[in-house]
């Protein structure tokens, strides 16, 4: 299971990957993000299984990366064409 940490704090953002990597050792890789630009295309381009995300971030908040993920991948989850959507998504 991959995972996705967007917190715009680098030492929270570590720190977080430090108890994530140490308690679940098979959920790799874990992916990080500063900000909410950041985290919008990691999401896309890795599909992680899990991602976590700060509300407050630079460039665009935890809530409006959320809703821009949702967007493309509520399209790809729908697509009448089983191919054309993403195994994990």
């Known amino acids: 299971m991959s995972i996705l940490i967007a917190e ?19 959920h790799v890789p874990v992916f990080e993000a500063g900000d909410g630009e950041e985290t919008v295309k990691i999401a896309l381009d890795e599909k992680p299984d899990v991602c976590i995300l700060d509300i407050q971030m630079p460039k665009l908040s935890g809530v409006k990366a959320a809703r821009a993920i949702w967007r493309v991948t509520r399209a790809m989850r729908t697509s009448s064409s089983p191919r054309s959507a993403a195994q994990r998504w």
């Open 8 to 26: 715009d704090n680098m030492a929270q953002r570590h720190y977080l990957r430090e108890i994530l990597e140490k308690e679940f050792p098979s």
